[in-house]
């Protein structure tokens, strides 16, 4: 059988697994069963006593399982537009983050919480989200702009682009929080936005957002030939029938949308959208139509465990994700890297 | 068994038109820009009639022009390129060749004139529309992340996908026979990165082939390889070009080589054609001494016939023999 072939169903299991587990663990146990029960019941299939403490349909439905969804699609965005990113760029060190999104995603968090005065806002769907959204989206364009050298945009000059706009931006925002009253009062909870964590997510903000990124992820995968065809560079791609400027342009506004809009749900996870994308190239080559998939669910499955780990290892002290994410996704990163035996080809 | 459809050598004085190939250059002439010597354009038929006569050309280039910022400049050229030709493009660094090449490929927009293939203007294709009927082994490839050879020469098929589907069984034929006239079949699974610099040559080769095109563009397809690749190469291609329609079109700095295996050789120098012809009318030394500013000499081959240029160490010649 080919390793796909063995791979996927391997990938599909776990990501059950996950959720299972993300769904039934944290300050109050539900076990399978006991999940199957309340589901049933709520379906109005379960027509048996119901013996379990009512809170725990209210854990379920309202808090555990909308935060597992939020999770499973949050690492699935984030590790396509890694990928594509990666296979765009050529580069196993691209990932939206690090030519802005995170940057401007920060800053436009922090005019938020400048502007609004409700402290929800911060963590909400609200003006933050959209603030970060914008401010992420403004600034890839404008890195992808500057990095513009006599028609092509290398590399290294996006990624240096991409590094010194997020320098200035950062600063920016070091500069606002300095001397703005306002949000020194606030510091904490910008800071727990900016290190990524899932806790505030609610069924209304999921069913706007998660019709969307189940359509980015699914057009990510008409991309796929086009990826692989980019690993010729620019002028090779074009030569065997791909627009380049255009595919270009379309790979970088769907990998910086399904990042920005991960990023309303999430703030600012780390490490997804560079580890995944990685791992499952190490795992099943770097044909993007069986990377694309795999990494989405391989990210799902990353994030859901991640975010469990997050808000168990030291309950009832919630960890920001994006701590979990460096924290696991390191040791499994670094172990890839020495257990294959050839040296990495850039 | 391929060195038998070359041209048989002329006398060495012989400085007509070529036996291959007659060829127009009225765009270098018209304007008077062109070199002193060569393009003898008064006997060469028009473009309009395109070369033989109703047989519509693979390529024709029209008073094609291209300015780079630092003052650069290309053409006006005109060419024509028949059906099944093989031509190599030759000249110094910096004469423009790759400039035409790039034209010739789309990949850079005249800043005049035109580019045809078969009947249509190149420009009015889509890059897909192009691809599938122009093949470009661009040099330099290097391939990121562990692809395979099979993976690399399915990238050809780009142009033929639908938005979602993957390798038809005709994309699946298509590679085979690509994967075998190029003999890379034994090394399909292996990384691309892996390969040497031959075997690279030739999957990427194979690459344009899956692509299935009426026009083969090779930007120097013996750079960096040892002899025994550079003949190998060559070899292949002119197996893949006889008896076919493919055209085939290679820039080269081998002048040797292009002598060897090439019907029609074209020199560029500064920007301009300044000899279009077989080996015996391009590598002649008042052709080629003001071209690279050497003493060079002409040689015979001993068993093929066709001339052989070697330098003169240390002279900066004035192109006497």
Known sequence: ?346 | MCYESLPPPLPYEGRGASTVSPVALPGSTSRGRHHEQRSSPSKLPSLRRGGAGGEVPALTIETVEYRYEAGFRLGPISLIVRPGEMVALLGPNGSGKSTLFKLVAGALKPAGGSVRLGATLIRALSRRELARRLAVVAQDITVPFNFTVAEVVSFGRTAYAPLLSGLTSIDRLAIERALALTDTTRFADRHFGTLSGGERQRALLAMALAQEPEVLLLDEPTAHLDIHYQVEMLDLLQQLHAGGKLTVCVTLHDLNLASLYFPRLILMAAGQVVADGAADDVLRPEVLGPVFHRRLTLLRHPTRGVPLVAPEPGNRGDGQV
């Not at chain 1, 702009?145 to 290294?156: D, Q």
């Not at chain 1, 929080?177 to 800071?191: D, H, K, M, P, V």
């Open chain 1, 1 to 346: 059988m080919s390793r796909p072939a063995v791979v996927f169903p391997l990938l599909l299991i776990a990501l059950v697994a996950c959720l299972l587990f993300g769904v039934g663990l944290g300050a109050v146990f539900l076990p399978p069963g006991r999940l199957l029960a309340i589901v049933a019941q709520q379906l109005g299939w379960w027509r048996g006593p119901v013996t379990w403490p009512a809170n725990e349909a209210v854990i379920l439905f309202q808090v555990r399982l909308p935060r597992v969804v939020a999770g499973a699609l949050v690492g699935a965005a984030l590790a396509t537009a890694g990928t594509l990113l990666q296979g765009l760029l050529r580069n196993p060190l691209a990932d939206p983050y690090l030519i802005g999104v995170s940057s401007g995603a920060g800053l436009g968090a922090t005019v938020a919480a400048l502007l609004s005065p409700v402290a929800a806002g911060v963590a909400g769907f609200g003006l933050t989200s959209i603030l970060a959204f914008a401010g992420g989206l403004v600034t890839v364009t404008a890195v992808y702009r500057l990095a513009r050298v006599g028609g092509t945009v290398p590399v290294t000059t996006l990624l240096l682009a991409g590094f010194a706009v997020s320098s200035l931006l950062v600063a920016a925002m070091t500069l606002m929080l300095t001397i703005s009253g306002q949000l020194a009062l606030r510091i904490r909870e910008l800071f727990a936005w900016l290190m990524g964590g899932i806790s505030v997510v609610g069924w209304t903000q999921l069913a706007v957002v998660a019709p969307v990124l189940l359509i980015g992820l699914c057009l990510a995968w008409t991309f796929a030939r086009s990826l692989n065809a980019f690993a010729l560079g620019e002028e090779g791609a074009a030569y065997v029938g791909v627009d380049v400027e255009r595919q270009k342009l379309l790979i970088v506004a769907l990998g910086t949308l399904l990042t920005g809009i991960a990023v309303t749900l999430s703030g600012l996870v780390g490490f997804v959208g560079l580890v995944v994308p990685h791992a499952m190239r190490m795992l099943l080559g770097p044909n993007h139509r069986i990377l694309l998939p795999a990494a989405a669910l391989g990210g799902a499955c990353f994030l859901v465990l991640a975010d469990l780990g997050a808000r168990t290892v030291l309950a009832p002290v919630e960890l920001p994700v994006g701590v979990v994410t460096a924290i696991l996704g390191v040791p499994f990163f670094l172990y890839l890297l020495q257990r294959s035996k050839r040296p990495h080809v850039l």
